[in-house]
């Protein structure tokens, strides 16, 4: 764990002004979990639905409830030799006794690592090699073997219904023996960026989680009936479902079943459980809508729909505020610094121009490198920025919160209004073009209104020449498309033509990654090789000259 406790100690200049905000503060998830299990013991925290084999079972944890087993789970990992800033890495299913595990392990100033249900063992090898874990504890319904390193990689495994199996005859520690984890230290490592670029280990601390939850809640309905999309093992997930109903009040309703990519189920979760808000996608938001276009709910009680994680296409916003609700926030985050920007609930539609709103309480924003139309580089600092950013395979510290005055570069290409809303363009990675940038991800939204039209990603492909061209790839919903109609309708949306794609691929669906991110390396890699026949100009340059 040398990698992780090894960050530099020193914290940030802000630090002082943090605790003084309230942005940070002494206590724990721990203490906020036992203040509400005094104060409101018989209020629930958590609504568990489990769909197994087509039945479908439910179930209401109390805050007292959850407190009990969270005791004595703790003593059952400290029973199994887990001590304070040991990682414990979990691959746990989206349930509430997941949830009750990782404030255990926070109770015994465990540090928690997060693997996806889906990985692999590449994932695991790379995981294990960056974070050295004293313990895996896995969900029944993933094998240990699904995820195994290589030998001497392997932490000790165990099953999440063993140590639930050994909490029921447990006796929570005495007093004295209950350590926490320091609120500035380690708490939470999140892995992100395997399939895009080198693999990332975040290191969060409770103070920058606790932040993070503390802007979020800004947004949401007064103690919010939660759902989100994202699992517990994601980043989003474990903010939403596990902890902020710690922070709020409010309950979480949770849904562990085979298929968690399936519109229908997500809008009858909502319909059946009251919920006020609902956390996800813009992919599986848009899905959602034309499901409940297909067969409608009543979804009278959904005060806010949440869309994080990826640009939020403005034919998806009408639809979200048409048929699902009509108080949509569009957050801008990421998994280094939780919410950085948002929109206001009764923020206007602006059609072909993805806004991310305006920074969240605490966060400052700065646009850096902008070019003659403002667009520029965003860099963000603030109470939930995570304690630091490691190179997984190296080992070193990429960035750390002592660096450049707190200052983080997002990697993305942002311009800002006259009204101080941020407007996104583009991941800096997804940059396309041999001179100005190409803005592709208001292109992308300008293409999902035309009606031929299902799905769409714009990546930056070589020409025959050298310089990169846009690229479009398209889902079509029947006709096929041709390039020139794809253009003529951008031209009559008033995008320049150095904005047009210069070639053009039909493909009868998007590669997406396990959360539903659309793929765009992948997408990349089967232009270039040939796998993926493209259409259009040999060259971008000839067609401006």
């Known amino acids: 764990m040398s990698r992780v406790t090894g960050l530099p100690s020193a914290m940030p200049p802000a630090a002082g002004r943090f605790y003084r905000q309230g942005w940070w503060r002494r206590e724990s998830f721990t203490d906020d979990l036992h203040a509400r299990a005094r104060q409101t013991p018989a209020a629930v925290a958590y609504v568990n639905v489990r769909v197994q084999r087509g039945a479908t079972e439910t179930a209401a944890v ?15 990992l400290w029973r199994l030799g887990v001590r304070p800033g040991d990682p414990v890495a979990l691959r746990t299913p989206n349930q509430w006794e997941a949830a009750a595990l990782w404030l255990a392990c926070g109770r015994v100033g465990a540090v928690t690592m997060s693997l996806s249900p889906w990985a692999g063992a590449r994932e695991a090898e790379i995981a294990f090699t960056g974070v050295p874990a004293r313990l895996l504890v896995a969900g029944d319904a993933y094998a240990p073997d699904a995820v195994a390193p290589p030998a001497g990689l392997a932490p000790r495994t165990v099953h999440l219904r063993e140590l639930l199996d050994s909490a029921r005859s447990a006796e929570p520690l005495p007093a004295a023996q209950r350590p926490q984890a320091p609120p500035d230290g380690p708490r939470h490592v999140a892995l992100t960026s395997g399939t895009t670029g080198r693999p990332k280990a975040v290191v969060h601390s409770g103070n920058t989680l606790y932040a993070s939850l503390r802007a979020a809640a ?26 902020m109903p710690l922070v709020t009040g409010g309950r979480a309703v949770l849904l562990a079943a085979d298929d968690l990519h399936g519109p229908d189920r997500w809008l009858d979760l909502v319909a059946r459980h009251g919920v006020s808000c609902l956390v996800g996608l813009p992919a599986l938001l848009g899905r959602m809508v034309a499901a409940q276009r297909r067969r409608e709910r009543d979804l009278s009680g959904l005060r806010r729909v949440v869309s994080l994680g990826a640009p939020l296409p403005a034919p998806t916003a009408a639809g979200i505020r048409a048929h699902l609700c009509t108080g949509l926030v569009n957050v801008f985050g990421m998994t280094e610094g939780g919410p950085l920007c948002a929109t206001a609930p009764d923020d206007p539609s602006e059609p072909a121009d993805p806004g991310l709103g305006r920074p969240v309480a605490g966060t400052q924003v700065e646009i850096r490198r902008a070019d003659a139309s403002g667009a520029g580089g965003l860099n963000v600092r603030g109470p939930s920025m995570c304690l630091g950013v490691l190179d997984v395979r190296s080992g070193s510290a990429t960035w750390t919160p002592d660096r450049d005055d707190g200052w983080y570069d997002t990697g993305d290409l ?25 803005p592709t991800a208001e292109i992308e939204s300008v293409l999902l209104g035309h009606p031929a039209v299902a799905d769409v990603a714009v990546i930056g492909v070589p020409d025959r020449q050298g310089h990169e061209a846009a690229c479009a790839v398209v889902v079509p919903r029947s006709a096929r498309p041709t390039l020139d109609e794809l253009c003529a309708f951008l031209r009559r949306r008033r995008m320049g033509d150095k904005d047009l794609p210069a070639r053009l691929a039909v493909v009868p669906a998007l590669p997406r990654t396990a959360l539903g991110k659309i793929s765009k390396a992948e997408l990349r890699r089967q232009v270039i090789d040939g796998a993926l026949p493209t259409e259009g100009y040999d060259a971008l340059r000839r067609r401006l000259e």
């Open 414 to 438: 942002v311009r800002s209004d006259e009204h101080g809303r941020l407007h996104y363009l583009s991941r800096a990675c997804d940059r396309v073009g041999w001179g100005p940038m190409v």
């Open 62 to 76: 109390t805050f007292a409830e959850l407190a009990d087993q969270v005791e004595r789970l703790a003593a059952v």
């Open 218 to 243: 800004g947004f949401l309905p007064p103690r919010p009936v939660l759902t989100s999309t994202a699992g517990m093992t994601h980043a989003s997930g474990l903010k939403y479902l596990a902890l």
